[in-house]
């Protein structure tokens, strides 16, 4: 229990810690003459030790300088939400001269009690006025506040620009964490052989995380092999088409380029792998990519059955054993297995 593992760790008597738990926090109390030793330099022992145990999240462990009161966590390099968080998280930039800030504030702090009891959600402030905070802020293009943004898996995924109320802030951030996973995939899927969100177009996925007949876009669907003959090229091979198709990283920042059209992206592949594309007269004009790339690692752990349920046991006997490489089309929830080869080159992919 956690009163034993206290007593343990600072040799305390039977009956000399109580752990009184509240609704957001625990609060550690030891009981007699050892509790003054403790108090006195034992703190860090006992806040590491609720750290290893769960009880409290890193975000509660690592306080930051900041005005906002619980349960809005002040935010700071230390306890910055990386990629490997869960949560989504809505923080806001800001300062505390700022009027706007100050009008914010008592809703703000009325949006984190509300989602409280939601673990998917974090609501984080940093105040970009204190020294060591500015790079995080200029990091993240703060030119003005308050600054609404969501991160998701540790970077900006989107600024929030609607009205600084209660309700629209919790209907929107509520909508990024339901469309989470659209760019980059679930944090939960095997990564296989696209580990770098920095560099890799390609999004992992899984049976928690597939498309479906709600997707927006269309999806191309590598199943592989990760032991396969040939898997740095097939990465290389998936992410040129991604790439050729308008998909960019997960963690990519804004550069600046005006994405194409997807009738020159169209264009541009038919010319490119030599491919017969017939584009209508007029469009298409989105500027999404033409195609969602995914990939399936299905040598990754609990990947197999999944992999089966797709492909059909004997496809998937074929990629797991023997390397081959299967790509499913997916589109308005339909499925179609339209490539299988032992080898997987840009060309064949973009086909």
């Given at each position: ?186 944090v939960k899927c095997p990564m296989g052989l696209f580990k770098d969100r920095a560099v890799d177009l390609v999004v992992p996925l899984c049976k928690a995380h597939f498309p479906g007949g709600d997707s927006k876009h269309d999806w191309a669907v590598v199943f592989y092999s990760t032991r396969a003959s040939g898997a740095e090229e097939l990465r290389l091979a998936v992410n040129e088409v991604a790439s050729d198709m308008g998909n960019e990283p997960p963690t990519a920042g ?98």
């Amino acid at each position: 229990s956690l009163q034993s593992s206290l007593r343990d760790a600072f040799l305390l008597p039977p009956r000399r810690v109580l752990v009184a738990m509240a609704s957001s926090f625990p609060r550690v109390v030891c009981l007699g003459s050892s509790a003054s030793s403790v108090a006195a330099g034992g703190s860090s022992k006992v806040l590491a030790l609720l750290l290893l145990l769960g009880v409290i999240s890193r975000s509660q462990a690592e306080s930051c300088e900041g005005s906002l009161k619980s349960p809005v966590v002040n935010l700071c390099p230390s306890n910055w939400p990386n990629a490997t968080e869960d949560k989504v998280w809505l923080v806001v930039f800001h300062a505390p001269w700022c009027g706007h800030c100050k009008t914010l504030e008592p809703k703000y702090s009325d949006l984190a009690r509300q989602l409280q009891g939601e673990g998917s959600i974090g609501i984080g402030a940093i105040d970009c006025s204190i020294a060591e905070h500015q790079p995080l802020c200029r990091k993240n293009k703060i030119v003005g506040y308050p600054t609404l943004k969501a991160i998701v898996v540790g970077t900006p995924a989107r600024s929030y620009e609607g009205a600084r109320e209660t309700e629209p802030l919790l209907s929107w951030i509520r909508k990024v964490v339901s469309e989470k996973g659209t760019k980059g995939g679930s944090v939960k899927c095997p990564m296989g052989l696209f580990k770098d969100r920095a560099v890799d177009l390609v999004v992992p996925l899984c049976k928690a995380h597939f498309p479906g007949g709600d997707s927006k876009h269309d999806w191309a669907v590598v199943f592989y092999s990760t032991r396969a003959s040939g898997a740095e090229e097939l990465r290389l091979a998936v992410n040129e088409v991604a790439s050729d198709m308008g998909n960019e990283p997960p963690t990519a920042g804004r550069t600046g380029v005006t994405p194409k059209r997807q009738r020159e992206r169209l264009a541009s592949l038919a010319e490119k792998f030599k491919l017969n594309v017939k584009l209508p007269k007029v469009g298409p004009f989105s500027k999404h990519a033409i195609a969602k790339i995914g990939g399936v690692c299905c040598d990754c752990e609990g990947q197999s059955s999944f992999c089966q349920t797709v492909l059909g046991s004997a496809v998937a006997r074929q990629v797991s054993a023997k390397g081959k490489i299967g790509v499913i089309l997916v589109s308005g929830g339909e499925q179609k297995l339209v490539h299988q080869a032992s080898t997987m080159t840009p060309r064949a992919l973009a086909e």
